[in-house]
């Protein structure tokens, strides 16, 4: 997918490149792949390092052209993963910049590609729209950590009672997804501090406001997915530990109907042997075998919930 705005703001859409326009592509096909060589001279390497799900986030300078690669969150419940990173590359050329991701995100949804599109907010120039889309990122993140939070506390409540490994297994992917989080946000940290000491870029007041903020929303977004992946390493562990405990508990509490079962068992193989037993020609003596089976379970099962066995 491929669309052409006359400004960053992407209020406009145009049907062929015209001077500084913007050039959004989400999920490119084999054509448009050719099409961003061919007809826009971005080298095929840097195209297929973009679309690379394992990529660094990086910058490049070039004579004729600039790139900053960032990794951006996106959700994906068929993954395995519910939450995982991807690069999105902003190439910057003479007359155009060009935006790549190799899968729909919400940092720049397709359908509605303008960073501030409701308070119709101007971006001024390439390092004002590259400091959103960092700033953008930052709160994409806190948005998917809190809803990883809300996931991993309904997980917690499951484990407390459970003696299965699909709640730890869920658990586990909870804290692969803060994984990638905390890595790709270290990265794009870098980018960022890069981004404030290069001398390509002439950092005027707006966009020094707008690279700090960028940089405090990518540190609180780090330092929460650190906070959250700590808290669930500990947490693992001592659910491990609890499900095993939980397994004892369903193990003791099945050997003591066992030995409850046991005793009118017992009782009742005792008199039922083909032996004389002073109860053959008597009336009541099924009655009072039974009777005193009842009795005997009854007294087994108040001794060990007396122990708190049971």
């Keep these: 997918m491929l669309k052409m705005f006359k400004t960053f703001g992407g209020y406009i859409e145009i049907p062929q490149v015209e001077k500084d326009c913007w050039i959004n592509v989400s999920a490119p096909t084999q054509e448009e792949i050719a099409r961003l060589s061919d007809e826009f001279n971005i080298p095929p390497d840097i195209v297929q390092d973009i679309l690379d799900a394992d990529e660094r986030p990086r910058v490049e300078f070039d004579d004729e052209w600039q790139l900053v690669i960032l990794r951006v969150p996106i959700t994906s419940p068929d993954n395995g993963v519910p939450y995982f990173t991807v690069p999105l590359g902003i190439f910057i050329a003479p007359g155009f910049t060009v935006t790549i991701c190799s899968v729909p995100n919400e940092v720049l949804p397709f359908e509605q590609p303008s960073l501030y599109r409701e308070n119709r907010q101007q971006v001024s120039d390439v390092l004002n729209f590259i400091l959103k889309l960092f700033l953008r990122s930052s709160n994409t993140y806190l948005r998917y950590l809190k809803q990883i939070n809300q996931q991993t ?12 490994n699909k709640e730890l297994n869920k658990l586990l992917k909870m804290e692969k997804c803060l994984v990638y989080f905390i890595t790709s946000l270290k990265a794009n940290e870098l980018i960022l501090v890069k981004l404030r ?41 001592a659910f491990a530990s ?8 369903v193990m003791k509490q099945l050997t003591m109907i066992s030995i409850v079962l046991m005793i009118p ?19 009541w003596a099924f009655p009072a075998v039974i009777g005193i089976s009842g009795t005997m379970s009854f007294l087994g099962v108040l001794l060990f919930r007396r122990r708190k066995w049971f």
């Design 265 to 283: 068992t017992l009782i009742a193989s005792l008199y039922g042997m083909n032996v004389p037993n002073h109860f053959e020609n008597v009336n």
């Design 242 to 249: 609890v499900i095993s405990n939980n397994l004892n508990v």
């Design 197 to 237: 000491s290069s001398r390509k870029y002439n950092i005027n007041e707006i966009n020094g406001d707008l690279l700090e903020d960028a940089i405090i929303e990518n540190k609180q977004a780090l330092d929460m997915a650190q906070i959250y992946s700590d808290i669930q390493s500990g947490m693992m562990d």
């Design 153 to 164: 506390n309904l997980i917690e409540q499951d484990l407390e009672k459970s003696i299965r």
